[in-house]
């Protein structure tokens, strides 16, 4: 702008001496010095006014039009400006909306999910009772097949009896096997004991003959040790009917019998049992062991 007001100022000066040198025809009177010599060395001669004016007014102009694309640009900056709030807010009011649906959600899943937890825990209550009854029933129905031979063993029994007018068949709780019946008990007594309980039953403790008779002994009387008719009291091992030892069926676990003398009052293992496992031992008589009477098939009462 300086530079402007000294270009004007120059400008008028140079109309001042134009005027004060009146209408005079170029000559040596009239001219410039800064044109005649070529010596001159002073200040260049300068443009004229309409020039400087054109120079002027083209700078004037290309500021007005960097104003103008300034404006135009914080305009234009400023409108993004609102639309970008705008859609800010309107995202932020969507992300808001989306949270709280999304935790409505998340809190009706949790809902429906311990709903479902309960029903699940229900039906699997129920389906546990269920298979507790199943089980029971199939134990129970096992039981009535195992036992349906016998019960129609006792009824064909029953009925013979009637018809014979005085057949004994086996007693109610004895199992019938072979030629034989059988009682297994379900409480302990001493080997004494236990032979006067078979006595007072018409019976004797059991007698072994063979291995199936065995096999069948050790199936009723599991998981119990059990007194048999077999013992050394009187020296040599005798059964309790007579048959004979030497010659007779024989279990006897290893390096049995062993006739211990360890106990207490001084006497030795002079009875038979058949252990949990089927072997036989001797043991004190005087122990507590299950017993199994036996009697013969045939006999009356």
């Known amino acids: 702008m300086d530079k402007d007001f000294q270009d004007i100022q120059q400008l008028d000066l140079e109309e001042s001496n134009n005027q004060f040198s009146g209408g005079e025809e170029p000559g040596t009177h009239g001219q410039n010095p800064r044109r005649e010599s070529p010596f001159w060395k002073g200040q260049p001669p300068s443009q004229t006014f309409p020039k400087r004016l054109c120079s002027s007014f083209h700078l004037s ?16 900056i ?30 009706a899943l949790g809902s429906h999910k311990g709903s479902m937890s309960d029903k699940l825990t ?4 129920q389906l546990k ?15 009535h097949l195992k036992h349906f031979p016998t019960d129609m063993s006792s009824l064909e029994c029953n009925m013979v009896f009637l018809q014979s007018n005085g057949t004994k068949c086996c007693p109610v709780n004895w199992v019938k096997y072979g030629g034989s019946c059988y009682w297994f008990s379900r409480a302990g007594m001493n080997w004494h004991e236990a032979y006067a309980y078979c006595q007072l039953e018409n019976a ?25 008719g077999l013992s050394d009291i009187q ?39 058949v252990l949990a496992n089927g072997f036989w031992n001797d043991k004190f ?15 009356t009462v």
Request: aromatic share 10%; hydrophobic share 40%.
């Open 78 to 107: 400023g409108s993004q400006s609102t639309r970008l709030q705008e859609e800010l807010r309107t995202l932020k009011e969507t992300f808001n909306n989306f949270s709280s649906s999304t935790l409505v959600e998340v809190l």
């Open 61 to 76: 102009l290309l500021a007005l039009s960097l104003n103008v694309l300034l404006l135009v640009a914080v305009c234009v």
């Open 235 to 273: 020296g040599p091992w005798k059964w309790v009917d007579g048959t004979n030892y030497e010659h007779n069926y024989q279990h006897w676990g290893m390096a049995q019998p062993d006739n211990w003398q360890g106990h207490e009052v001084g006497a030795g293992d002079d009875c038979a049992v």
């Open 285 to 299: 008589c005087a122990e507590l062991y299950h017993w199994a009477c036996e009697m013969k098939h045939n006999i």
């Open 204 to 228: 004797h403790l059991v007698v072994i003959n063979s291995w199936d008779e065995q096999r069948f002994i050790v199936e009723h009387m599991s998981p119990f040790h059990t007194w048999i």
């Open 129 to 143: 009772k269920q298979h507790q009854d199943v089980t029971a029933d199939h134990a129970t129905l096992f039981l």
């Open 122 to 125: 229900s039906l699997e209550a």
